[in-house]
């Protein structure tokens, strides 16, 4: 995973000729141990996320590459990213906290952008059972969505297709609100992996 991250860094690179193209990934991929037990190997550089949806519960699996977070410990982050995750109301965050709101958007790395910096890229394993969701978004769903409503919008019944695509409907609804502090205007993109 880190290897194919690496090789579409060198790809855009070399596409771009000169030119500044960049780009956010996150990928993952199901592996059964040699005893048929399923694990998840993800990759993520930038701010596409990987989620894990189990029992009615949403965790992150990836830590964004965001210029708020580096200089913080990896625990440090997570309550920042999750802070973030779910704010609808900036009067309640710290001056920090909002702060890092507001540039949300800016990433510490990411493929391409016509440098030859090597992309800082997160690799991780996890076991998962059958039942489970893998969910991938990029950062127009989670930056319009709070985790609550990716939440209940995952717990939804019907099938992976069904949820993906209310999950961009309600995004981009909320991307056109311009009252709501979560609404901006991106790319919408998200990918369920079911177990």
């Known amino acids: 995973m880190y290897e194919a991250l690496n090789a579409g860094h060198e790809s855009i690179i070399n596409s771009a000729q000169g030119g500044n193209i960049a780009t ?3 990928v993952a ?16 550089v930038g701010d596409s996320r990987i989620y894990l949806f189990r029992d009615s519960q949403l965790d992150h699996l990836t830590l964004d590459h965001a210029i708020f977070l580096p200089g913080q410990d990896e625990k440090d982050a997570k ?8 704010a609808t109301d900036l009067s309640k965050l710290t001056k920090e906290e ?8 800016i990433v510490s790395s990411c493929l391409g952008n016509g440098s030859n910096n090597r992309p800082v890229i997160s690799v991780d394993d996890f076991e998962v059972c059958k039942g489970d ?4 978004t990029s950062d127009g769903i989670h930056d319009n969505l709070t985790n609550t409503e990716i939440k209940a919008i995952s717990q939804q019944k019907g099938s992976s297709n069904d949820v993906v695509n209310e999950l961009v409907m309600t995004a981009r609804s909320r991307s056109k609100d311009s ?5 901006k205007a991106d790319d919408m993109t998200a990918v369920i992996l079911s177990l």
């Open 24 to 26: 956010t990934a996150a």
């Open 29 to 44: 991929k199901i592996f059964e141990t040699e005893k048929g037990n399923p694990f998840v190997v993800v990759a993520s």
């Open 79 to 86: 309550l920042m990213q999750m802070t973030l995750a779910e």
């Open 98 to 105: 909002q702060n890092a709101f507001h540039n949300r958007n």
């Open 133 to 136: 969701r893998i969910l991938i």
């Open 179 to 183: 009252s709501h502090i979560r609404a």
